[in-house]
């Protein structure tokens, strides 16, 4: 496995790849790799030929007080996480490799960027579309692997290749959860002790709230507020908003129908945590 920070080099390297005649997946990663990215790379190596991951903390996509700075990094265990499962190429840029210090272009979406996170996070999507879209530019994959747990993320992602006729297939992959139930995340290492037994409300409202759907429970108020009241029987639980989405245009619906996205951000202490689940009604 080759690691480099140079996009030119990555380039040279896909090129190669495509002389001869190999396909190449793309997983897109912040690094500090846990068990939830390994699951996205599993998948791009048993889809592709050749995997390229991507380990870079994207400054655009933080908000001014944001956790930027103390964004958790370990290149080295990524390194090692990236070879076991099978990687090929880390690219693995500075900030000054993916932005000139004028750079001024961007990749601005409307609507489905809008709601759920992009209400506390008003630029974040913005910084994600323009870097995920210089990272397909760069590696130019067949595929490009997500995971389901930033469901909005994957909305605007699908939304940008359609709308901006990417020929890159999406892959959306599941959760994955540690044993207790809370899903996997970088983000997961802020929590003190007790503020990791607390984040377990979000997981068991996202349980709990499929559970009523499973039922035939239709109506999202119903469904919204027993949830919203698991989570605050949580003393250290603040809710930032649970709300049920259409799973591709991300609208509000006041009933489920169709592909239903019921996603939640929750603050635990000052880290903001994110679950949802995805039913078909
Ligand atoms: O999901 C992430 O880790 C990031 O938002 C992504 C897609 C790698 C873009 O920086």
Not at 261 to 276: E, P, S
Request: aromatic letters at 6%; hydrophobic letters at 40%.
């Amino acid at each position: 496995m080759e690691i480099t920070g140079l996009i030119n080099e990555v380039r040279e390297q896909v090129k190669e790849w495509r002389r001869q005649g190999l396909t190449v997946g793309l997983v897109p990663t912040m690094g500090y790799l846990h068990e939830g990215h390994k699951s996205l790379i599993d998948r791009a190596v048993t889809e592709n030929d050749k995997v390229v991951v991507s380990d870079f903390v994207n400054p655009i996509q933080f908000g001014a007080n944001e956790d930027l700075a103390t964004y958790p990094r370990d290149i080295e265990a990524d390194k090692r996480l990236c070879e076991q499962a099978g990687a090929d190429l880390i690219f693995h840029p500075e900030a000054e490799e993916m932005y000139a210090p004028d750079f001024s272009t961007y990749v601005e979406m409307q609507k489905v960027s809008e709601g759920l996170c992009g209400k506390t996070r008003p630029t974040h999507f913005r910084g994600v579309c323009t870097v995920v879209c210089k990272l397909f530019h760069i590696v130019m994959p067949d595929k490009a692997y997500f995971g389901q747990k930033d469901a909005q993320q994957l909305a605007v992602i699908r939304r940008m290749v359609r709308d901006l006729d990417m020929d890159i297939e999406i892959v959306g992959c599941p959760i994955i959860r540690e044993e207790d139930g809370l899903a996997k995340s970088s983000r997961n290492t802020y929590l003190s002790e007790e503020e990791r037994k607390a984040a377990l409300v979000l997981s068991k409202a996202v349980f709990h709230g499929e559970d009523r759907m499973k039922k035939g429970e239709r109506d999202a108020d119903t469904v919204l507020t027993a949830m919203k009241e698991l989570i605050e029987t949580e003393p250290l639980a603040k809710i930032d908003y649970v709300e049920m989405v259409n799973a591709d245009s991300m609208e509000p619906l006041a009933k489920a129908e169709g592909r239903v996205l019921v996603a939640m951000a929750v603050y635990i202490g000052t880290t903001r945590l994110i679950d949802n689940f995805i039913m078909e009604v």
